[in-house]
């Protein structure tokens, strides 16, 4: 079965320092792998995707994430974090047992950037 | 603003009672899915609807049914409501055969008393 993780429910990182929020994930075949954030009382908003070619993914408000096929991880990384970004962050992949366009989101990391 | 559009934003009721959730997907999406999000249960994906049809199904209920009508809107209907069924519900849409990538509406909280 299609699954994703997310191994941390919370990470704590200060303002300014590097943060990384990690995401493994399980799929046969090639996976399409998705993050998403979720701030307070907000709808989830599209960070970024992996479906082929360059490993390292550049996305919104200055993340990225590096594929490995390897290790199957998607982490979701930044060089330099804001109390901004502190939110609700969401590792997803794309159910390829199915020809639709589901998608199976992990169980969440909050993050809180301390200033 | 992501272009997805709910309604209502907060809808509070008792148990038993049937209440329908809106959604309006972005101009030229065809597909909407719905998801719940509660504290225990995390995000979880409950329908897909494309142009119209049912193309795939989640963790959704007997008692919940949705639909999406000619001008691509869609409902969720939500019956004989429990304490359990409180949650925020989402919709997203998508356009299915590019990217991939889902845009996420407000949401709608729905207390059940």
């Known amino acids: 079965a299609q699954s994703v993780a997310q191994p941390e429910d919370q990470v704590n990182v200060a303002e300014g320092n590097p943060l990384t929020v990690k995401c493994t994930y399980s799929?046969?075949?090639?996976?399409?792998l998705f993050w998403y954030v979720q701030y307070p009382n907000r709808g989830l908003q599209f960070l970024l995707k992996?479906?082929?070619?360059?490993?390292l993914v550049k996305g919104s408000y200055g993340f990225e994430a590096e594929f490995n096929k390897s290790q199957t991880s998607f982490h979701l990384k930044k060089p330099s974090a804001l109390v901004s970004d502190s939110a609700l962050y969401f590792c997803?992949?794309?159910?390829?047992?199915?020809?639709?366009?589901?998608?199976?989101f992990g169980p969440g990391t909050s993050l809180s950037v301390i200033p | 603003d992501s272009g997805v559009t709910q309604t209502p934003k907060h809808l509070i009721t008792a148990t038993g009672q049937r209440v329908t959730l809106r959604c309006s997907p972005r101009?030229?999406?065809?597909?909407v899915y719905w998801y719940q999000q509660s504290l225990d249960q995390g995000l979880q994906f409950l329908i897909q609807?494309?142009?119209?049809?049912?193309?795939a199904k989640g963790n959704i209920l007997e008692r919940f049914s949705a639909q999406q009508f000619p001008d691509l809107h869609s409902e969720l209907n939500l019956s004989s409501l429990e304490l359990g069924d409180s949650a925020l519900y989402f919709c997203?849409?998508?356009?299915?055969?590019?990217?991939?990538?889902?845009?996420f509406g407000p949401g709608t909280r729905l207390t059940v008393l």
């Open positions: 997203a849409s998508s356009v299915v055969l590019t990217g991939y990538e889902q845009f």
């Open positions: 799929v046969s075949g090639n996976p399409y």
């Open positions: 992996y479906i082929t070619g360059d490993n």
């Open positions: 997803a992949v794309r159910d390829m047992e199915t020809s639709y366009d589901k998608v199976i």
């Open positions: 101009s030229g999406d065809l597909s």
């Open positions: 609807y494309y142009n119209g049809e049912e193309r």
